[in-house]
Nanobody
Framework: QVQLVESGGGLVQAGGSLRLSCVAS????????MGWFRQAPGKEREFVAA????????RYADSVKGRFTISRDNAKNTVYLQMNSLKPEDTAVYYC?????????????????WGQGTQVTVST
C-alpha cells in the first residue's frame, strides 16, 4: 500500500511559479510510474503530466506543455511538478497518483494510489 502526500501549493500571481512535491511511502517507489492530475471546481479531474519509473519518459497535457516540468528523485521517493508561467486557468486542486507499472498512463482510472491534493490558486 503506497501513501502519497503532496505539498507546495499556494496562492501565486499570474506569471509566477510554484513547485509541487509528492512524497511516497509504503512501497518501492521506483516500481511505480507517477502522474499529476488536477481538478478545478465544477470540472472533471484532468491529466497534467506523467513520468515513467526511471524518469526517462514523460508526457504532458497540451495545456501545460512548455510551462510545467515533471521529474522524480527515486532516492528521495519524491515526484515533482515545476510550474512556470502560471495562468488563472491553472487554478485547481493538484493530485499526484501512482500506478504499479513502469510506464505511465494518461487516464486517472489506471492509477491505484492517490494523494489528498494540494490547492493551487493563480490570481490575475
Amino acid at each position: 500500500q503506497v501513501q502519497l502526500v503532496e505539498s507546495g501549493g499556494g496562492l501565486v500571481q499570474a506569471g509566477g511559479s510554484l513547485r509541487l512535491s509528492c512524497v511516497a511511502s509504503g512501497g518501492t517507489f521506483s516500481n511505480y510510474a507517477m502522474g499529476w492530475f488536477r481538478q478545478a471546481p465544477g470540472k472533471e479531474r484532468e491529466f497534467v503530466a506523467a513520468i515513467s519509473w526511471s524518469g526517462g519518459n514523460t508526457r504532458y497535457a497540451d495545456s501545460v506543455k512548455g510551462r510545467f516540468t515533471i521529474s522524480r528523485d527515486n532516492a528521495k521517493n519524491t515526484v515533482y511538478l515545476q510550474m512556470n508561467s502560471l495562468k488563472p486557468e491553472d487554478t485547481a486542486v493538484y493530485y499526484c497518483a501512482a500506478v504499479s507499472t513502469g510506464s505511465y498512463y494518461l487516464e486517472a482510472a489506471h492509477y491505484a494510489y492517490w494523494g489528498q491534493g494540494t490547492q493551487v490558486t493563480v490570481s490575475t
